[in-house]
C-alpha cells in the first residue's frame, strides 16, 4: 500500500478516536490534507483513497497542480490555507472552494469585488493571530468579532468560521480555547484548527476541521 494512503487511514482512525472521547461524532470532523509542496503523482494515490478535501499554501503553487486534478475529480474541495496577497484574490477565487485567511480589510473587499464578478460562492474563514505573534498573519483576537461582522455587512462575504495557528512554543489547548469562544460570540458553527502535531487535542477543543499534511503525505 502508498505510504501516504497507509498515513491517510492512520489519521482517520486517530480522529475518530479523539472525536469518540470527546463525545462528538467522527462526522463532525472534516479532513483537510495538507499537499503543499507536493506534486499531483503523490497527491492521486490520497484522492484514490477517498480523500476530498485539501489544503494548499500558495496560489501561484496550487495552480500548478490543481486544476486538472479539479477536472477529473470534480467534488474535491479545495482550501487555501496561507496568507493571501490582494494581487492573487482573483486567481484564489477562480481555483479555491474555502478561503481559510482573511484576515484585514482590504484583502475583504477584494474577495468580496471578485466572487461578484466570478459569480462564485466561496466558504471564507477569518484566520485569527491567538498569539499576537507579530511575525504571523491574523486579525488580533480583540478585534476578531467586529471583523467578522464587517466582513458580513460591509463587504457581503459568507464567513463561515474561524481559523488560527497557535505559537509552535506555547500549548495550543488555550489558544484552541479562545478560537471557541471567540467563534460562539461571533454566531459561528466552524473552527479550523490544529495540524499534523495537535490535531486529536484539536478535535477535544471543538475543531470541525484539522489540517494534517506531514502526517499523511510525509516531511517535505
Not at 5 to 27: C, G, P
Request: net charge neutral; glycine share 8%; hydrophobic share 45%.
Amino acid at each position: 500500500m502508498n505510504k501516504a494512503v497507509e498515513q491517510l487511514r492512520v489519521v482517520r482512525e486517530k480522529i475518530a478516536r479523539a472525536a469518540a472521547e470527546a463525545r462528538r461524532q467522527t462526522d463532525a470532523v472534516t479532513l483537510v490534507a495538507v499537499s503543499k509542496t507536493f506534486e499531483a503523482g503523490d497527491i492521486r494515490p490520497v484522492i484514490e483513497a477517498g480523500q476530498r478535501v485539501f489544503g494548499e499554501n500558495r496560489v501561484q503553487e496550487a495552480l500548478g497542480k490543481w486544476p486538472a486534478l479539479k477536472g477529473e475529480f470534480p467534488d474535491i474541495e479545495l482550501h487555501l490555507i496561507g496568507p493571501l496577497q490582494s494581487n492573487k484574490a482573483k486567481e484564489a477565487v477562480a481555483l479555491f472552494d474555502v478561503i481559510e485567511t482573511v484576515d484585514r480589510e482590504k484583502i475583504a473587499a477584494e474577495l468580496a469585488k471578485e466572487t461578484a464578478k466570478q459569480g462564485k460562492s466561496v466558504k471564507f474563514y477569518i484566520q485569527v493571530n491567538t498569539g499576537s505573534e507579530p511575525q504571523k498573519a491574523g486579525i488580533e483576537p480583540l478585534e476578531a468579532v467586529a471583523f467578522v461582522e464587517r466582513c458580513r455587512v460591509v463587504h457581503g462575504l459568507t464567513i463561515e468560521g474561524l481559523m488560527c495557528i497557535p505559537p509552535a512554543d506555547e500549548n495550543p489547548g488555550p489558544h484552541f480555547a479562545l478560537l471557541a469562544k471567540l467563534a460562539r460570540e461571533a454566531d459561528l458553527g466552524k473552527l479550523s484548527m490544529g495540524m499534523s502535531g495537535d490535531y486529536e487535542l484539536a478535535v477535544a477543543f471543538g475543531a470541525t476541521s484539522v489540517r494534517v499534511g506531514s502526517a499523511i503525505f510525509g516531511s517535505r
